[in-house]
C-alpha cells in the first residue's frame, strides 16, 4: 500500500509559481512511475507530468512543457511540481499519483496509476 499526500497550492495571479509537493510513503519502492494530473471543474482528469522513479526519466504534457518541471527526493520519497508561468488555465485540482509495475505501463493514462493523493487546489487569476 502507498499513501500519497500532496501540499503546495493556492492563489497565485498569471505570471507567478508556484511548487507542488507529494510526500509519498509506504511500499513506494514498487512505484513505476509517480504522476501528476489535474482536474479543472466540469472537465476531465488530465495527465500533467510523470516521472519513471528508478531513472528519473520524466515526461510532460504539451500543456506543461517549457513551464512545469517534476523532480524527485528519493531520500524523501517525494515528488515535486515546480509550475511556473502560471495561466488561467492551469486552474485545477493537482492530483499525485503513483503506478505499481503491471504490463503495459503508461504513464500519460491515469487509469493505469493505483495509488491517489486526495488533491490540491490550485487557482491561478488572471
Known amino acids: 500500500q502507498v499513501q500519497l499526500v500532496e501540499s503546495g497550492g493556492g492563489l497565485v495571479q498569471a505570471g507567478d509559481s508556484l511548487r507542488l509537493s507529494c510526500a509519498a510513503s509506504g511500499r513506494t519502492f514498487s512505484s513505476v512511475f509517480m504522476g501528476w494530473f489535474r482536474q479543472a471543474p466540469g472537465k476531465d482528469r488530465e495527465f500533467v507530468a510523470a516521472?519513471?522513479?528508478?531513472?528519473?526519466?520524466?515526461y510532460y504534457a504539451d500543456s506543461a512543457k517549457g513551464r512545469f518541471t517534476i523532480s524527485r527526493d528519493n531520500g524523501k520519497n517525494t515528488v515535486y511540481l515546480q509550475m511556473n508561468s502560471l495561466k488561467a488555465e492551469d486552474t485545477a485540482v493537482y492530483f499525485c499519483a503513483a503506478q505499481a509495475p503491471k504490463p503495459g505501463i503508461r504513464y500519460d493514462r491515469d487509469s493505469m496509476y493505483d495509488y491517489w493523493g486526495q488533491g490540491t487546489q490550485v487557482t491561478v487569476s488572471s
Open positions: 516521472i519513471r522513479w528508478s531513472t528519473g526519466a520524466t
